[in-house]
């Protein structure tokens, strides 16, 4: 009777719960766990588990020493995120989470390994199944995010979950080259990788601005071409450990022929040209280039590669090959002469000659070669895979030939995109649509591409997280996974969950945000920091073309994300306000908002002149006030019924608004112009 | 000409930018350099030492490795702080640092060792003179505390400085036995010691809730003891490398013969009762203590002193010795038989008795002894150095006795008080002022207490910063250095810095916010925790007597700070309308500040509910809203100059509103309370 009684008691106030944390979901069913990605299957069950009182993680059957190094993180993780200490051992009185684990998974990761796993949670306990400790590590993670706050305390739902990735190759870039990424920030991206169940982590290790990886082969690479920032092999080892640890491949890139002037300092022999080289202290693509005729250039790459094919135990090896401009190679007589005696005829085919050429240098030391677009030739041999920057159609061209590939494009993360526009691309819509079900197995997943130009180790989290979240579920979860507003409020816990384990972007903003004037930043700071946008796609490199590699990224467009959530919520409430879909409070909010907007540049422009750093941000911030003072007329002639008159001299006005102001956009502007759109005459 | 023009433009600017940075400066005489602990001498330049092109730090005359990485950690601060990113190798484009050491250091630092040095800036360059690295390490702290932001960039303004610290001891007690502090704690902590040049790391290692350190000769301290949590003998080596770094010496306490169950459990025949015994997990005083009467007892300590003396180099060694209740000898017939047989008339007497023993073993391993008061008998040693957690008097008492002391009553920052009542405490006041100057020589300086039983690893550094920073003021400052205003305004700057150079407090205080609510905090409950503290003195623990040593610390108590900046700026700004000495501006600010709290309860109580966490705040805001209600009454009868007829009923509510609520104090009350004294009839 009285066990009745509580189940019942339980019931009511898990409901009750449910509608308090779900205000907005019409039903139990529909509700999307609040997990990124989201699981290719899964089954809500009934009543929480409770975890006030701790949780002990057992390990059944194979075990092996990173497994308990995956429970003992887990722990920290689970502590971090509830704040409940580990309990001194005590037997019974917790709930058990038990890890089942098949076997071992391979000794060096392989693409297309087995990653599923068996997910099980009900009110007493928690088991998880995985064929391999690969699995086990993403079931883990999976768990991690499932706790959430309940009026009982800290919990993770009954759920059933039955869980693989669509794509067997999820990527993230980093671009050490640029801008050198120290060894604590590699670990950090790498955690962040492993919540969101990325399982390759490619590594551009050089660049025109620097070889980053030691060679005790060609030392003069790290001694003259990295300015001193560079990774030890050691150091190298100790992060292909902490990888495989968090189940991720290391896929080193080495790019060649162009992106190499770095090489050429310490070895200006490889080059086209005459040298002597320095280290590039610009941005761009520049006219250095290896030498494709001598003979040389070949047996360097060979004992080059015997070397860092040795260091880097991953199969797949990554040479670059893109944006090879050819001029040094036109301006040398002697490799025009080579040309014409081998009967090469332009730029693309002595590209092709010489990837062919390291492409079997790669193949001899027992590893498969990847490279971008441009590699791509004809005779291209089929177990080279393609990545692609260029697009769909490329991939497919690639596929249809025979070639693997993997997509980047639509994942360029440097170039301050919304989440919504990466999580709109699919690797299997657009030209590979089309493709058979054979050459769509040939695409192989894609790659964000965190390229560094515009990053330093103190911003890079934040371009990368939480923004990189949405491309992993795009990469993981089942193709219909589609919902944009699920995707944004799911997006919003897993970046809290990413700084309980260990993120520190937003952190970092507010420690940049306070350095611009020097003091904790103000109010009326924060309010012009929380709309503003770095420009999108090149802009933001077409206003810095006087930025050294060295430039201080020390300014409000370094510190803001790259996506402002205030300005997309205020979209939102505009576009429902324009469509006749708004509430009330929607109208009250934006009236909130627009005066708040329009009010703080008074409040702002005495502060600004203090610093040098914010001293740029006056007309910015002039420009919001402008952009809201027409926002707020619009919105009294929506509410009233009362057209305009001069609402098309304030659309123009509105264009103007929309030029960058200190390289920042005043991203409200969208949002005010829908709403000037309906209160036309 | 031009020169002269450029030159006269310049201060020009300067003065502007001066009176921006500091408008509420009457001259510039007057000003107070913006940092912590203040030098003894400053003598203000005229011009500013540009730092957007960067600097370079060179090392002139005799240098050694803990300079030369000094150095390297200057420039990753002094990056952090500018955001400027350190420019290739180009001689002669940027200013430079000369450091000029005259001689090394003590290979093992002393007590007394000459700390001192000379910082000069000038608008080309800077010089920092010292007669050793000691000095350097802390003139580079000093240069890094003064950079600052200016409308020309980052800069530091000309300044020469003598400086030299009042008194040598200037501790930090960190309890890694109550609560286990992981390595990165200690070394975030050690960061945080040299910013503001104290010096000594006093290692609190034992508990009844914890053995923390690695014991070859006797495995079980650690094994039985420490529930796994435990330095190693490599790890301890390499925290007092670390410090050693920063210029702090590590003296370890090993607490005895109270405080001391942990090592009970693996040694149970050390102790005076019967056993067995386990590792207390409750807060308090516990009986269990060392047997003072069997010889075996002193072999222990005799083999266990000479491992533990050879690991930690520093010439001082705590053997603890506070708050031994007897209850455990007085309830064993053999020791009382004992104490009869040998004249020991009672505890104290037996405590004495056994200090002195544990004192010869000390002296006999070439280490000075240091203790908690109560090992100050009259027969104690003259090398025995007292540390006073009771006062002033017993300090006095000591150095009339001819035996050194230390202060550490005032300092107790676990209790939560407000940096201005450490800030007034001085070792040279009170009891200890009437001493002869021989005597007072005998006082070394002070320390704060970091005890643990509320903290953790992730809430400490909120509770030991800023507040010791005004305390390591106290410590190396002149004596009449005591203004709070100056203090508080550059506690605010100071705690920025502390957050450039790797402190991590703040965003911990946001994570730990975050997660009461299982997602970003709201603006209702941000201000509410804007403006409570928990309680003060040792009110915390009495309202948490069923705590565990492993209750979670994840409340709102946990996480906000000790001290309410806002709640203490409410308070000066209603001492100032109370007064009669508030402007215009200062009424409005307080009725905003009202308004907000008094209607802050109604947007956060529909919300409180969702999460246990927060489900216990709903009295505190209740409590802010009446508080704030009583306030605006009281701020509205002033402005009127209408007596307010209840005012003496609303005293007497905000008496009751000063109970705790949820742990927790509102600390408007005090402000609310001025405003309705003057506001009565």
């Known amino acids: ?82 704040g409940i200490l580990p309990v001194p051992a005590q037997p019974g009185d917790r709930p058990t989470l038990v890890v089942k684990t098949a076997g071992p998974s391979a000794p060096v990761q392989q693409l297309g390994e087995d990653e599923s796993y068996h997910l099980e949670v009900t009110p007493t306990g928690a088991t998880l199944t995985a064929p391999n400790p690969l699995g086990a590590l993403h079931g883990l993670q999976t768990f991690l995010q499932l706790v959430h706050t309940t009026p009982q305390g800290f919990a993770v739902d009954a759920v059933t979950i039955d869980d693989q990735p669509r794509f067997p190759w999820r990527g993230l870039l980093l671009d050490a080259g640029r801008h050198f990424m120290p060894l604590g920030t590699v670990r950090q991206t790498l955690d962040g990788m492993e919540a969101v169940k990325l399982n390759v982590f490619h590594w551009h290790l050089s660049e025109n ?39 991720i491949r290391v896929v080193p890139e080495f790019d060649m022929p162009g992106h190499a002037t770095s090489w050429f300092v310490g070895y200006p022999e490889l080059a086209s040209g005459k040298g002597p080289y320095q280290i590039e202290r610009k941005w761009g693509v520049f006219d250095p280039a290896m030498d494709p005729t001598r003979e040389s250039t070949y047996q360097f790459l060979d004992r080059f590669f015997a070397e860092m094919t040795a260091l880097f135990p991953d199969a797949y090896f990554h040479i670059g090959g893109d944006e090879c401009n050819g001029q040094e190679r036109d301006a040398n007589p002697r490799i025009q002469q080579y040309m014409r005696q081998h009967n090469i005829k332009d730029n693309a085919a002595l590209q092709a000659y010489f990837t062919a050429r390291v492409q079997k240098l790669v193949t001899k030391r027992g590893k498969v070669t990847i490279g971008w677009d441009e590699v791509l030739q004809p005779d291209t041999p089929k177990d080279v895979v393609i990545q692609s920057w260029r697009g769909q159609k490329s991939l497919a061209q690639a596929a249809i030939g025979g070639n693997r590939g993997i997509l980047s494009t639509g994942y360029y993360i440097d170039l301050s995109e919304p989440a919504s526009r990466h999580y709109a691309v699919d690797p299997l819509e657009g030209a590979t649509a089309s493709l058979t079900s054979e050459q769509q197995k040939l695409i192989l997943g894609g790659e964000a591409t965190m390229w560094s130009e515009f990053v330093t180790p103190e911003n890079v989290g934040g371009r990368i997280w939480p923004r990189t979240a949405a491309i992993a579920e795009r990469l993981w979860s089942p193709q219909d996974v589609k919902n944009v507003d699920s995707m944004y409020a799911r ?103 627009l005066t708040l907007w329009r009010d703080n540049d008074a409040a702002l422009q005495p502060q600004l002149p203090k610093s040098e750093l914010t001293a740029e941000l006056a007309p910015l911030s002039r420009n919001l006030s402008q952009a809201a003072t027409i926002g707020l007329a619009a919105l009294d002639s929506i509410e009233k019924h009362q057209p305009v008159e001069s609402a098309q001299e304030q659309a123009a006005a509105l264009k103007q608004l929309k030029t960058p102001q200190a390289t920042l956009l005043n991203m409200i502007v969208p949002g005010v112009e829908e709403l000037v759109a309906v209160s036309r005459p």
């Open 1 to 82: 009777m009285l066990f009745s009684k509580l189940l019942r008691r339980r019931s009511v106030i898990l409901l009750s719960a449910y509608f308090l944390l779900h205000p907005q979901t019409p039903s139990l069913a529909q509700r999307p766990l609040p997990i990124m990605p989201l699981p290719a299957h899964a089954v809500q069950g009934t009543g929480i588990l409770p975890l006030n009182s701790g949780l002990q993680v057992r390990i059944d059957g194979y075990t092996e020493p990173r497994l308990e190094r995956a429970r003992d993180r887990f722990l920290v993780h689970l502590a971090a995120e509830t």
């Open 209 to 247: 601005q620097g070889f980053r990886v030691e060679s005790k082969t060609y030392p003069l690479l790290q001694e003259k071409g990295s300015d001193g920032l560079y990774y030890t092999q050691e150091e190298i080892r100790g992060i292909i450990a902490y990888a495989r640890d968090r189940g």
């Open 491 to 593: 997006l919003a816990i897993v970046s809290e969950k990413l700084n309980d384990f260990g993120q520190t972007y937003k952190a970092e903003y507010e420690q940049m945000l306070n350095r611009l004037s020097g003091r904790q930043a103000s109010p009326a700071l924060k309010a012009l920091a929380s709309v503003v946008e770095p420009p999108k796609e090149y802009d933001r490199a077409d206003l810095s073309r006087n930025h050294y590699s060295y430039t201080p990224l020390n300014r409000l467009v370094d510190a803001v994300p790259p996506e402002s959530d205030r300005a997309r919520e205020f979209r939102d409430l505009a576009h429902r306000i324009a469509s006749g879909g708004a509430s009330p409070a929607d109208f009250q909010q934006a009236r909130e908002w």
